[in-house]
């Protein structure tokens, strides 16, 4: 196992950030540190860096106890949300920086440099200074810096949540990409569900600065431990004391066996899909996900009344 956390505790004074959490991430595997503002994905990143001291437990990097190690000493390559790169240096420069500072041989610098722009993508702009980048390049490049001394970890803290949605998207596909291409074991800290979902092997879901599961995203997803995971791992809506996903809602214009009836408040278009928004006799909304097929079929419009039936629900204790 490459990355282990055992019984991590740290508090801030009287917050608790990390309470007796224990993860592991496999050699070579891309991990996500999932969860809500305040949760403690990015204290336990920080602890796994070394930037942070747990006030208990244990760290261990490729089998070998790392707590009280220093984070330049542990092998990992770091990469922030607000990458601050040296302004007055090339995007050379700034890739190549970890290596000159540990007096690498100038041709094996130059060798290292080429081989990890050519694989983050920026082969002709390395004479650009950072300013000069769009913010997908630049992110890019810190990628490319912390590649550069070979870690053994790669660690990113929120590395596109300052950029737009487009961008991101993007930017997921090539990382997803990247990884695939050089194994670097890796854990992401990130609060969107979509993009854990899209690039990780492994989701570690956290809440209150514990873990409420961890899984790959389809076990997340198809088989939640508990109400707090199924609403925050992907769209939600209750009928009656259920859950259930809102493709898995069934929208009749009789009540042929329905569990309840309700009245068309909203219709919205996605493209490839249609999204109902209902509330039923008691003022509770739900959200319905229809293919367009069904949904042309149905011929709903504002104020229709009709009845749903939820084909999986979940309920918990």
Aim: charged share 30%; no cysteine; aromatic share 6%.
């Amino acid at each position: 196992m490459a990355i282990e956390t055992r019984n991590v505790t740290k508090r801030f004074g009287d917050f608790v950030a990390l309470d007796d959490v224990s993860i592991t991430a496999e050699s070579g595997s891309l991990t996500a540190l999932l969860g809500p503002s305040g949760s403690g994905k990015s204290t336990l990143l920080r602890v796994i860096a070394g930037l942070e001291v747990p006030d208990a437990g244990d760290v261990f990097i490729s089998g070998k106890e790392a707590t009280a190690v220093a984070p330049q000493k542990r092998g990992v390559g770091f990469v922030f949300q607000h990458y601050a790169p040296f302004k007055h240096m090339t995007v050379r420069e700034n890739v190549a920086f970890a290596l000159k500072i540990r007096h690498r041989p100038k041709a094996e610098v130059r060798t290292r440099v080429d081989e990890l722009l050519e694989l983050v993508q920026l082969t002709g702009l390395d004479r650009r200074y950072p300013a000069q980048l769009s913010g997908g390049q630049r992110q890019r490049m810190a990628l490319a810096r912390a590649l550069a001394p070979e870690p053994e970890v790669l660690l990113l803290d929120e590395p596109f949540g300052a950029l737009d949605a487009r961008v991101r998207k993007e930017l997921r596909r090539w990382l997803r990409r990247l990884h695939e291409e050089t194994h670097t074991t890796t854990i992401l800290v990130t609060h969107d569900q979509e993009e854990a979902m899209e690039v990780a092997d492994e989701v570690v879901l956290m809440a209150k600065g514990r873990v409420e599961q961890v899984g790959p995203p389809s076990e997340l997803y198809e088989r939640p431990a508990n109400e707090f995971v199924m609403s925050f791992v992907g769209p939600v809506t209750r009928v009656g004391e259920a859950y259930v996903r809102p493709h898995d809602v069934e929208i009749l214009l009789s009540p042929d066996g329905a569990d309840a009836e309700a009245m068309v408040e909203r219709i919205v278009h996605l493209g490839f899909e249609v999204r109902v928004e209902l509330v039923d006799a008691e003022g509770e909304r739900l959200s319905v996900q229809l293919t367009r097929d069904a949904a042309t079929e149905l011929e709903l419009a504002h104020g229709d009344v009709v009845w749903v039936r939820a084909r999986r629900t979940r309920v918990f204790a």
